[in-house]
């Protein structure tokens, strides 16, 4: 993949590393192409500039002075306390860029302002973006969208819930959930090679797809099995998604392509017991979520619950975007970080320290404590992170070893 040549008014990239080659050769070669790697970093890019922005518009340059955290700063600014996380990505990219530094004192992280930031040049980074990928205007534009709706968040003006999956909102995620989108349809590829190939060794298999949104993951899942050949081995597959539009969208769409399998829609909420909504326990031998789980409010339960939906020997495989190193800004943080459903979670100093996406240490440490056997994580994301810190897509699957009903089963 690239690295970006750090430059305030320009976007420039390396050669392709030829040992990712290797490392990604059992997913399909045009998903992980040149196109989304440009792409990839650009996002990165194009989110630093969105930071130097914000913290303009949020009067943060004039307040870094003096060293300060972001609950310091959130107090200095009266912003709401909930948006100190969003402020610790802004800061973090500020320090990145070299504009800031930070230090660590115990379990606090303070920054400084090095220099004044430059102005950034958000129109020609945006369309440097659509020369690499005409596609990249689904991803760009939400970032643009969650962006001004910062102040409003920091404030609590309004809702940041309310305006991103409002009437502007929904058109533009529907557009970033889709599979034309490469830089966000990467993680349905990458969780569908992992989920197709634990399938294949089975005669005949039940699936449970978890928030499965507009349906493009479900979509990818199925032309998978469709190009091996095991479309006639689903016995029933249940996809769950608790927005009723989102699932009506899904039904739509997926019933006019495959008319004759056994497919099935229901809502599902994470957060309750399953058997009360209607799984049973060993019902499934598959149990697949793309970016889903790490929303869970209590993350273990959450896992704790797909093990018991599952056969005995059935596996749990997510796709999801994947923290290389731990506290790392990533750019999809952006658009996430602001709703209530990402940063209002039940945090955990093993598997998951703070709101957000995990690192692949943080995921293995979760399944384990799940009760999951032979977790793993595909690709190695572990040693792509040492020559692109900006691989970000990654499956994490384990399975389920103990019968449903064995009262000796782990339980979080």
């Known amino acids: 993949m690239n690295a970006v040549l750090f430059d305030a008014h320009k976007f420039e990239t390396r050669p392709s590393d030829p040992r990712l080659a290797q490392w990604l050769q059992q997913f399909p070669p045009a998903v992980f192409s040149e196109r989304l790697y440009q792409s990839i970093e650009l996002m990165e890019r194009y989110s630093i500039e969105l930071a130097v922005d914000l913290s303009r518009q ?3 340059v004039d307040q870094l002075g003096d060293w300060r955290s972001a609950d310091d700063l959130c107090h200095l600014l009266s912003f709401q306390p909930r948006f100190k996380f969003a402020l610790r990505w802004i800061l973090e990219r500020l320090v990145e860029s070299g504009c800031a530094e930070a230090r660590t004192d115990g379990n606090i992280r303070a920054y400084r302002l090095r220099h004044a930031p430059w102005e950034p040049d958000l129109k020609s980074f945006h369309a440097v973006g659509l020369t690499i990928d005409p596609a990249n205007a689904a991803t760009l534009d939400l970032l643009d969208h969650a962006a001004s709706l910062y102040r409003a968040a920091a404030t609590g003006q309004q809702s940041s819930d309310h305006n991103l999956l409002g009437p502007r909102g929904v058109p533009l995620w529907l557009n970033y959930f889709h599979n034309d989108n490469l830089t966000y349809a990467v993680n349905n590829w990458v969780g569908a090679v992992l ?9 005949t298999f039940r699936i449970l797809e978890l928030g499965a949104g507009t349906g493009s993951a479900s979509e990818i899942l199925l032309q998978l099995l469709t190009e091996r050949d095991l479309l006639p081995r689903i016995e029933r597959y249940l996809i769950t998604e608790p927005n ?3 699932r009506r969208c899904s ?7 495959y008319p004759n399998l056994p497919l099935e829609w229901a809502p599902l909420d994470l957060d309750l017991p399953w058997k009360t909504q209607g799984i049973t326990s060993g019902e499934f031998d598959l149990v697949y979520a793309v970016n889903v789980m790490h929303i869970s409010k209590n993350l273990l339960f959450s896992l704790n619950e797909a093990r018991s939906a599952l056969a005995t020997d059935g596996w749990l495989v997510i796709g999801e975007c994947v923290r290389p190193y731990d506290n790392q800004p990533i ?3 952006l658009m996430f970080q602001i709703l209530d459903s990402f940063t209002n979670v039940e945090t955990d100093p093993e598997v998951r320290p703070n709101p957000g996406f995990l690192t692949a240490e943080q995921w293995r440490r979760a399944f384990l404590r799940a009760g999951f056997r032979h977790a793993k994580i595909a690709p190695d994301i572990d040693r792509i992170r ?4 900006h691989f970000f897509t990654g499956a994490i699957s384990g399975q389920n070893t103990v019968p449903a009903n064995d009262p000796g089963s782990s339980r979080d």
């Not at 989920?195 to 005669?203: E, G, M, P, T, V």
């Not at 039904?251 to 392509?257: A, D, E, F, Y």
């Open 244 to 246: 009723a539009y989102f």
């Open 251 to 257: 039904q739509r769409k997926l019933t006019s392509h």
């Open 195 to 203: 989920a197709a190939d634990h399938l294949s060794i089975r005669r």
């Open 331 to 333: 750019y999809p943080e």
């Open 386 to 389: 040492e020559i692109y810190p």
């Open 58 to 60: 949020l009067n943060l």
